[in-house]
């Protein structure tokens, strides 16, 4: 397994349309993350999976955004009618846990949005 | 939530030299880790340390749990060790979420 990936890497898109970005974790690992992640900022926690389950949304996470992970493995999220100020990285990782530690978070290597 | 705060936010060196970064935090936590965010923006595991020390390479890192500091340590630097270092903490009550600082920015002049 080579990590965590992630796709695609770079989009460009028009304000007002739909995005969607892929991620595939580690093989093993049961937890899944995104954060997002400004010009000169540290990133921001987005939300996550354990297995299929989505356990934790963040304020950010607007009505526009949506992720998923039918099967507790890959995992999509989603952005529609998107606007300038979801311009940014976003970044998918991963862990193996099972308590209520996060466990050591394997990032990829990311998806740069930019809106028009 | 938890506030991570890094020093300095800017470091310029030359190659050799050694450095010492630092990560205060507000809150006790379970995890520390620290990463390096390489020019393609992919942030590169350093170390996972929720308390101790550990070393790798010219690297080295020791998290002081009860002070809520973390320092890491670069030795004899080299210009591939440019970029931004970020410290992430994690609270274990709020599950999945690590908190990040601002990071320190590196530069390493041949």
């Known amino acids: 397994d080579t990590g965590v990936s992630q796709d695609p890497r770079h989009k460009i898109t028009k304000r007002g349309q739909n995005v969607t970005f892929r991620c595939d974790p580690i093989?093993?690992?049961?937890?899944l993350y995104w954060y997002r992640q400004t010009l000169g900022q540290g990133p921001e926690f987005l939300t996550y999976?354990?297995?299929?389950?989505?356990?934790?949304k963040s304020r950010l996470l607007s009505d526009r955004f949506s992720a998923e992970r039918p099967k507790g493995s890959f995992s999509t999220l989603e952005i529609q009618r998107t606007e300038q100020g979801d311009s940014a990285m976003y970044l998918c990782?991963?862990?193996?846990?099972?308590?209520?530690?996060?466990?050591?978070?394997?990032f990829g290597e990311g998806s740069r949005l930019t809106v028009l | 939530g938890i506030q991570v705060e890094q020093s300095p936010p800017d470091l310029i060196l030359q190659e050799g030299a050694n450095s010492t970064l630092r990560c205060n935090f507000s809150?006790?936590?379970?995890?520390l880790q620290w990463f390096h965010q390489n020019p393609w923006g992919q942030l590169i595991n350093l170390f996972y340390?929720?308390?101790g020390t550990k070393q790798n390479g010219r690297l080295s890192a020791t998290t002081v749990a009860t002070e809520r500091y973390s320092l890491l340590y670069i030795s004899s630097s080299q210009t591939t060790d440019s970029g931004v270092y970020f410290c992430?903490?994690?609270?274990?009550?709020?599950?999945?979420?690590?908190?990040f600082g601002r990071g320190t920015q590196l530069t390493v002049w041949p």
């Open positions: 093989s093993e690992h049961n937890r």
């Open positions: 999976f354990q297995n299929e389950a989505q356990l934790e």
């Open positions: 809150d006790s936590v379970n995890n």
């Open positions: 990782a991963s862990s193996l846990s099972w308590d209520t530690n996060t466990g050591e978070l394997f």
């Open positions: 992430a903490v994690d609270r274990g009550s709020t599950l999945g979420r690590l908190y």
């Open positions: 340390i929720p308390s």
